[in-house]
Every structure is written in structure tokens, then in C-alpha cells.
Nanobody, 130 residues
Framework: QVQLVESGGGLVQAGGSLRLSCAGSGFTLDDYAIGWFRQAPGKEREGVSY????????YYADSVKGRFTISRDKAKNTVYLQMNSLKAEDTAVYYC???????????????????????WGQGTQVTVSS
């Protein structure tokens, strides 16, 4: 089955860390740019970070810059989002997405509809207690 599967969410105290995983099943993540989005209750979906398909600088939203790090593990066909110094405002459902062409600073600032991405995961809940 071709899909993206997120994991690693949970409940953590403010200042703590979590590492989210986005695993590809049935296709190779290296062929795609991979991005992370989040959506908190009552808020718009927000682009958090993406890693380009080819060698290039990852993108981070200003709200997470310096705290979050995105990386690839080619052997495990997985992309990670390391989240440090978590804040209550980081609480949200986090989704990963894969697409060959859609990712840019502009589309992270104004995310496209989910059905426009080649693949979209089911989401993982992150809750940060203050």
C-alpha cells in the first residue's frame, strides 16, 4: 500500500523534545520533497518545514526556526522532524506530505489543499503542556 505514515507524537512538557517520523510505504521518499504541516483546533493549517527533493537548504517557518530540524534517513525511507524547546503553541496535529514540485516558501506560507500533494499522511497529535 502506497502511503505516508507519521508517528512520534505525544504529550510533553514545555521545554521538552519530540521526534516525529514520516515513513514512506510503497514508494521512495528520496524522489520527493517532504514537508511537515500542523493544524491546531480552530486555526488554519500551517507550513512548518520542508526538505527539498535534491540537495538544498531546508525551509523552516519563523515560528520554529532554531528549535526544529528536518532530516532524511535514506536507508529507512523516513523523514524526521526533531522538535526541541517545545512550547504550548506548538500543540497541534502534525502531518507530513510528499510532492515532487509543490514545495516552496510561498506554498509553505499559504499551503495548498491537501489533495494537491502527491501523498498526505494521517497525522500525529503533539500536545505540549505549559
Amino acid at each position: 500500500q502506497v502511503q505516508l505514515v507519521e508517528s512520534g507524537g505525544g504529550l510533553v512538557q514545555a521545554g521538552g523534545s519530540l521526534r516525529l517520523s514520516c515513513a514512506g510505504s510503497g514508494f521512495t521518499l528520496d524522489d520527493y520533497a517532504i514537508g511537515w504541516f500542523r493544524q491546531a483546533p480552530g486555526k488554519e493549517r500551517e507550513g512548518v518545514s520542508y526538505i527539498p527533493r535534491t540537495d538544498g537548504r531546508p525551509y523552516y517557518a519563523d515560528s520554529v526556526k532554531g528549535r526544529f530540524t528536518i532530516s532524511r534517513d535514506k536507508a529507512k525511507n523516513t523523514v524526521y522532524l526533531q522538535m526541541n524547546s517545545l512550547k504550548a503553541e506548538d500543540t497541534a496535529v502534525y502531518y507530513c506530505a510528499a510532492d515532487r514540485w509543490l514545495f516552496s516558501e510561498a506554498t509553505m506560507a499559504y499551503p495548498a489543499p491537501t489533495n494537491e500533494y502527491d501523498y498526505w499522511g494521517q497525522g500525529t497529535q503533539v500536545t505540549v503542556s505549559s
